[in-house]
T-cell receptor
Framework: LAKTTQPISMDSYEGQEVNITCSHN???????ITWYQQFPSQGPRFIIQ???TKVTNEVASLFIPADRKSSTLSLPRVSLSDTAVYYC?????????????FGTGTRLKVLA | EPEVTQTPSHQVTQMGQEVILRCVPI?????FYWYRQILGQKVEFLVS????????KSEIFDDQFSVERPDGSNFTLKIRSTKLEDSAMYFC?????????????????FGSGTRLTVV
């Protein structure tokens, strides 16, 4: 399984765009990149998943460069309710494993 | 949006007692997982389950733990003799495909968790 590295914490202000970058130098050819959000005392919640280039949904965008060794989760115009821990996970149907391994994630704090 | 349901939301048990945590995965999902999170720490993988058998388990998942899918809808985690260090949030998750992949979609779906407190 590819190891991921993210910043431990980030602060932002309401209304700003937040970009959280994750490095995954050993990503395998068939691996996908998935981001989850976790609020205190709740289960992780799927945000977005991608393989390459750019993926956008109603919540976030995910930018993946051509070499796929990193990815950036972009949250447009954050609000206080976006304060959470964000996890970058790498895996896929041929990764040879049945599990995701969670790292420490990035603790995002949105300030008023 | 389909949900993974976990019961109870909070359980307090005496050390040495057996507990069963229950989960109802999303109905068309084939892969099931248990994770735990000790307060303030990482989400840790415990076990994955597919086709009525364990696919993978971590070193945390020792002989005190077992999983079962007793019918077509429930997925349970049993801890035979609880220890103080088993106190944690336990999350159940399910997915359609291994690795949490299903085309451009949803990865794993996690339940809201059971907070287990061993006293």
């Amino acid at each position: 399984l590819a190891k991921t590295t993210q910043p431990i914490s980030m602060d932002s202000y309401e209304g700003q765009e937040v970009n959280i970058t994750c490095s995954h130098n050993n990503i395998a050819t068939n691996d996908y990149i998935t981001w989850y959000q976790q609020f205190p005392s709740q289960g992780p919640r799927f945000i977005i998943q991608g393989y390459k280039t750019k993926v956008t949904n109603e919540v976030a965008s995910l930018f993946i460069p051509a070499d796929r060794k990193s990815s950036t989760l972009s949250l447009p115009r954050v609000s206080l309710s976006d304060t959470a821990v964000y996890y970058c996970l790498v895996g896929g149907p041929t990764s040879g494993t049945y599990k995701y391994i969670f790292g420490t994630g990035t603790r995002l704090k949105v300030l008023a | 949006e389909p949900e993974v349901t976990q019961t109870p939301s909070h359980q307090v048990t005496q050390m040495g007692q057996e507990v069963i945590l229950r989960c109802v995965p999303i109905s068309n999902h084939l892969y099931f997982y248990w994770y735990r999170q000790i307060l303030g720490q990482k989400v840790e993988f415990l076990v994955s389950f597919y086709n009525n058998e364990i696919s993978e388990k971590s070193e945390i998942f020792d002989d005190q733990f077992s999983v079962e899918r007793p019918d077509g809808s429930n997925f349970t985690l049993k801890i035979r003799s609880t220890k103080l260090e088993d106190s944690a949030m336990y999350f159940c998750a399910s997915s359609e495909e291994t690795g949490g992949y299903r085309g451009y979609s949803y990865g794993y779906t996690f339940g809201s968790g059971t907070r287990l407190t061993v006293v």
